[in-house]
């Protein structure tokens, strides 16, 4: 409860809004602060706008900003913030990376298909948050209150 | 008369060089490789099993093969499960504790054969997938070893993938492996000659689920890896 009181501070405190829809997010803070809360911190490494770009197959200068903390073993936890101008198609290119991770999961660990399933993929803005984690319910709950 | 046709003939051939008194023989001498990097590695006399103490196979769960029915055990063999491309260098492999990417830029071995694709081969067209093929295989040119890229024999079925629409996606994944080796100057290794059948999908005795081969299946692709092996042979000294 308290876990979900500080999380949902940060947030509030990390997320700009203002009237006519557009906001600002401290991309660095809050993936940081969402991997520690979800307790990945030990099984990511945190990949630059540069290297999401590479592993989305999206074209150089597609990203205005992006961060992302992805498992470097074989589970699928991840903790993404991504921007670009055509955020409808930055979207889709995270649904289909969900998509394809299901795909190679199946064969070898089926236990990550369950999680990928449940992946958190919201558009904030001219932002898309997606999270893979044992703890996708939560982050969606806490997600969903900045709307 | 001899004596002095002889001299004649060797002045002639070798030439004088202005610090005289000796005549020296001076020819400059280039290594020229004539491997027609367009083909595939074509079929050769079988190398003996020692040549893979110098080898280097890394790839996805197919190279696991390997290792599970003890084949070419003198060669470095490293595979990661579910392993794309587009993760070669962020999954670490989990006993060796770093990515294959790593591990194939920093061995030692001379030849380094990489064996990937099959994963991705639900995806809608490979041309980003074959650009970053082409970068990998740029930096593992910086070694200066031999390399290898391993075509993906045409497997029954693809999670993901409807059946009739696996062998177009092999194809397709085996077009961009030729069209970067051919580009970079590096080898590439068509096995369907050794595994395929009329039907143009992989022998079912060669696979255990249509994918990864069975004891068998690992014994014929070590015989077509010893029987298609390039390198020094096509590579002469031309002197002037």
Redesign the interface.
């Known amino acids: 409860m308290l876990k979900k009181f500080v999380i949902s501070g940060l947030l509030m405190l990390l997320v700009g809004c203002s009237a006519n829809n557009s906001i600002s997010l401290d991309v660095e803070n809050i993936s940081k602060d969402l991997v520690e809360k979800l307790d990945l911190s030990e099984k990511v490494?945190k990949?630059d706008k540069e290297d999401i770009e590479?592993?989305?197959?999206l074209d150089e200068g597609t990203l205005d900003e992006g961060i992302l903390y992805?498992s470097?073993?074989?589970t699928s936890d991840m903790v993404g913030i991504v921007s670009s101008k055509d955020i409808n198609e930055l979207e889709s290119t995270v649904k289909q990376y969900i998509?394809?991770l299901?795909?190679?999961?199946?064969?070898?660990?089926p236990e990550e298909v369950t999680k990928l399933e449940e992946a958190l993929i919201e558009k904030k803005g001219d932002y898309v948050i997606f999270i893979v984690s044992n703890d996708n319910g939560e982050a969606s709950k806490l997600i969903g209150e900045l709307k | 008369m001899k004596a002095f046709l002889i001299s004649l003939l060797l002045f002639l051939c070798i030439g004088c060089s202005s610090n005289s008194g000796k005549i020296e023989y001076s020819a400059s001498c280039k290594k020229y490789d004539f491997y027609d990097y367009k083909n595939e590695v074509p079929e050769t006399e079988m190398v003996d099993d020692s040549f893979f103490d110098d080898v280097f196979i890394g790839g996805d769960s197919r190279v696991g093969s390997f290792v599970l029915y003890n084949q070419l055990s003198n060669a470095t063999l490293v595979y990661i499960d579910s392993l794309s491309l587009n993760m070669i260098d962020i999954t670490t492999h989990k006993d060796l504790n770093d990515t294959l990417h790593n591990l194939m830029m920093n061995t030692e071995k001379n030849n380094l054969y990489l064996f990937i694709g099959i994963n991705e081969i639900g995806m809608g067209n490979f041309d980003k997938w074959a650009i970053k093929l082409d970068e990998f295989v740029k930096e593992l040119k910086t070694t200066e070893k031999n390399i290898y890229l391993i075509q993906s024999y045409t497997i029954h079925h693809a999670y993901g993938t409807p059946h009739e629409k696996v062998k177009d996606k092999v194809i397709m994944v085996n077009e961009k492996i030729k069209e970067v080796a051919e580009n970079n100057f590096v080898y590439y290794l068509n096995p369907d000659p050794y595994l395929v059948g009329e039907d143009g999908y992989v022998f079912k005795d060669y696979v255990y689920d249509g994918i990864h081969f069975t004891k068998l299946g690992s014994e014929i692709f070590k015989d077509f890896l010893k029987s298609h092996v390039a390198g020094e042979k096509y590579v002469k000294e031309i002197c002037n």
């Open positions: 490494i990949l590479s592993l989305l197959y992805l470097n073993t074989n998509e394809d299901k795909v190679q999961n199946t064969n070898y660990f």
